[in-house]
């Protein structure tokens, strides 16, 4: 096929009437802004309050957190900073051990006696804050090194624990083999 026949066959589907009365008038007149236009909203107003809000936010959170915090055992003098190192090492090393020794049969004592050491921690992060604010340093020294022995009595003694559930399990199934 042709232009011409294709033109042709299509004439009939052009939409060649003349607009309404008045089209080109109002028409003109949109051109002109008579119209009304919508107000789209302004972004940047709300961007800005949210970015303000999150800033000051932040700021006063990082304020509080640095209210919060306390003076380690360590920053009091070289001796407790070896007795904290000392402490954590030994805590760690158990809590390893513990890992180790964890399954699906023991998780709920493991996670309750966590859960005591979750407490000694906040009670140490409370005596870090009196230490930053109090004269009688000395007491509560003993009392941070005191926390430091608990945690590391509640770790033995759950380790200790572990250990006699693994025995009496190993005895049952023995005399059940039998």
Same mark, same amino acid.
């Given at each position: 096929? %042709?232009?011409?026949?294709?033109? %042709?066959?299509?004439?009939?589907?052009?939409?060649? !009437? +003349?607009?309404?009365?008045?089209?080109?008038?109002?028409?003109?007149?949109?051109?002109?802004?008579?119209?009304?236009?919508?107000?789209?909203?302004?972004?940047?107003?709300? /961007?800005?309050?949210?970015?303000?809000?999150?800033?000051?936010?932040?700021?006063?959170?990082?304020?509080? $957190?640095?209210?919060?915090?306390?003076?380690?055992?360590?920053?009091?003098?070289?001796? &407790?900073?070896?007795? $904290?190192?000392?402490?954590?090492?030994?805590? @760690?090393?158990?809590?390893?051990?513990? +890992?180790?020794?964890?399954?699906?049969?023991?998780?709920?004592?493991?996670?309750?006696? &966590?859960? @005591?050491?979750?407490?000694?921690?906040?009670?140490?992060?409370?005596?870090?804050?009196?230490?930053? %604010?109090?004269?009688?340093?000395?007491?509560?020294?003993?009392?941070?090194? !005191?926390?430091? @022995?608990?945690?590391?009595?509640?770790?033995?003694?759950?380790? @200790?624990?572990?250990?006699?559930?693994? %025995?009496?399990?190993?005895?049952?199934? +023995?005399?059940?083999? /039998?």
């Amino acid at each position: 096929m %042709n232009l011409e026949s294709k033109i %042709n066959e299509l004439k009939n589907q052009l939409d060649l !009437a +003349e607009p309404n009365i008045g089209h080109f008038n109002r028409f003109e007149a949109k051109l002109k802004g008579n119209f009304s236009k919508k107000k789209e909203p302004n972004y940047y107003k709300f /961007i800005a309050i949210a970015a303000s809000l999150v800033l000051f936010t932040s700021i006063g959170f990082n304020v509080f $957190q640095a209210n919060r915090k306390g003076v380690e055992l360590a920053d009091t003098s070289p001796k &407790m900073k070896e007795t $904290q190192t000392y402490f954590a090492t030994v805590i @760690q090393e158990e809590l390893t051990k513990i +890992e180790k020794q964890k399954n699906t049969s023991n998780t709920k004592i493991i996670d309750d006696a &966590m859960s @005591q050491l979750n407490t000694l921690k906040i009670e140490y992060q409370n005596l870090t804050i009196e230490l930053k %604010n109090n004269k009688n340093k000395q007491v509560l020294i003993f009392a941070m090194i !005191a926390n430091y @022995q608990q945690r590391i009595q509640v770790l033995q003694n759950l380790l @200790q624990n572990l250990s006699t559930i693994k %025995n009496i399990k190993k005895n049952n199934y +023995e005399n059940n083999n /039998i």
